[in-house]
């Protein structure tokens, strides 16, 4: 079956500390790959997406995330964290281009201590 | 350009009843999808629309239905709410000339008592 695991509920990190959120997917094909963020009482914001090309790809307010084909791996990651990134976050997948469903990963609380 | 718009924010209702959901997706998108988010199972994949049909479902019951319109505003309904039925409903606008990525927009709660 399609899946995507996040293995951490929470992550706790010092502000001013490299940061990684980690997402792993079970997808059959070339999936396109998703980092969302939720803050409180919102929807879901768009940080990041893989298609294809290089393996790191930049996103919004400085995270970046690195594609691992061969772990099935897509770990979001920011040089060093800021208290305001402190939120839900969201790994996804889509199966195929023609494939419009999202596959959601059940999400990583991030906490960024001051 | 205006972002999603959903209505209502925020709804309370009893068990036993229906509720109807509304979502006006970024104009010149045809296509928009629903999501359920719960604590206990995340975000899972309610249906998509795209020119007024659906393309796609989730495994939800029939209690869980929805439609498009020509202008690709789109609605959801549910009847016969169970307590279980609480959670925030996200509706999701697809750009198709872009990957179809897909926007959200801020959410309905959904509360059954």
């Known amino acids: 079956a399609q899946s995507v695991a996040q293995p951490e509920d929470q992550v706790n990190v010092a502000e001013g500390n490299p940061l990684t959120v980690k997402c792993t997917y079970s997808?059959?094909?070339?999936?396109?790959l998703f980092w969302y963020v939720q803050y409180p009482n919102r929807g879901l914001q768009f940080l990041l997406k893989y298609i294809t090309g290089d393996n790191l790809v930049k996103g919004s307010y400085g995270f970046e995330a690195e594609f691992n084909k061969s772990q099935t791996s897509f770990h979001l990651k920011k040089p060093s964290a800021l208290v305001s990134d402190s939120a839900l976050y969201f790994c996804a997948v889509r199966p195929g281009f023609r494939d419009d469903k999202i596959i959601f990963g059940k999400g990583t609380r991030l906490h960024i201590l001051p | 350009k205006a972002g999603v718009t959903q209505t209502p924010r925020y709804l309370i209702k009893t068990r036993g009843q229906q509720v109807t959901l509304s979502c006006s997706p970024i104009s010149g998108h045809r296509s928009v999808s629903w999501y359920q988010q719960t604590p206990g199972q995340g975000l899972q994949f309610l249906f998509e629309y795209f020119s007024e049909t659906q393309r796609n479902k989730g495994n939800f019951p029939g209690r869980f239905s929805g439609r498009q319109f020509s202008n690709s505003r789109s609605e959801m309904n549910v009847s016969t709410l169970e307590l279980g039925d609480s959670a925030l409903y996200l509706c999701a606008s697809i750009d198709s000339s872009s990957d179809n990525e897909q926007f959200f927009g801020p959410g309905t709660r959904l509360t059954v008592l």
């Open positions: 997808v059959s094909g070339n999936p396109y």
